[in-house]
């Protein structure tokens, strides 16, 4: 069955610091992994897009890593900033070209 | 470039009225999805659309639910009657077509739908 987990469901940190969100997937055939920022009320907005033989994109102070190997990508958000709050979701796309969603990672950054 | 346009951004309806939601896309993109977001979860696909043609409707509840792209451009969602459990972040996106890394994949802002 073609699933993508996230983990953790939830995470509070303190401005300043860096953290990590995990994504595992089963999706086959593969084509690419995207990384997506949701805040409330809002669209998902792209951060990152790897294809199979990509092992790492940055932008900005977000950074996605892919290990098609063991079917695991993370994204570290570096010197959390307030206005990273908001769901982080992970998405895997076939190469059908359909999309399939995590159930994302809710990050609430405090002062 | 111009985003995906969504109206309204926020419906009230009472259960079994209807409802319809607008979508304009990207300029260009042949394809056109609807996605109905539940609190706390990840967007699950309603419908797509390749110009003017379904490709995929499988997870559409049809008894109630139904969405049209007549020209192939801009495309209506409706709901019809609506049920508490239709209550949820109501997405449009839109992709250029191919099978390329670069799919242009961009989601619009979304209608939230409570039903009461």
């Known amino acids: 069955k073609n699933q993508v987990e996230q983990s953790p469901q939830s995470l509070i940190i303190l401005e300043g610091k860096n953290c990590t969100l995990q994504c595992n997937y089963t999706v086959s055939p593969f084509s690419n992994l995207r990384w997506y920022k949701q805040d409330t009320g809002r669209g998902p907005v792209s951060l990152t897009i790897m294809t199979f033989s990509e092992n790492t994109k940055s932008n900005g102070r977000y950074t996605a890593t892919l290990d098609a190997d063991t079917k695991q990508s993370s994204l570290h958000i570096t010197a959390s900033q307030l206005s990273d709050s908001a769901s982080y979701i992970c998405?895997?796309?076939?190469?059908?070209?359909?999309?399939?969603f995590g159930q994302g990672t809710t990050l609430q950054v405090k002062p | 470039e111009a985003g995906v346009a969504q109206s309204p951004r926020y419906k009230i309806i009472e259960k079994r009225q209807s409802v319809a939601f607008w979508c304009n896309p990207i300029?260009?993109?042949?394809?056109l999805y609807w996605y109905q977001q539940i609190l706390g979860q990840g967007p699950k696909l309603l419908i797509q659309f390749q110009n003017n043609g379904v490709v995929d409707d499988s997870q559409l509840p049809k008894d109630r639910f139904s969405a049209e792209r007549l020209k192939g451009v801009d495309s209506t969602l409706k709901i019809q009657p609506a049920k508490l459990e239709d209550s949820a972040v109501y997405l449009c996106a839109s992709s250029s077509y191919n099978r390329d890394l670069n799919y242009g994949y961009t989601f619009g802002s979304g209608t939230r739908l409570t039903v009461v």
């Open positions: 998405v895997v796309s076939r190469n059908t070209g359909k999309l399939i």
């Open positions: 300029s260009g993109h042949a394809t």
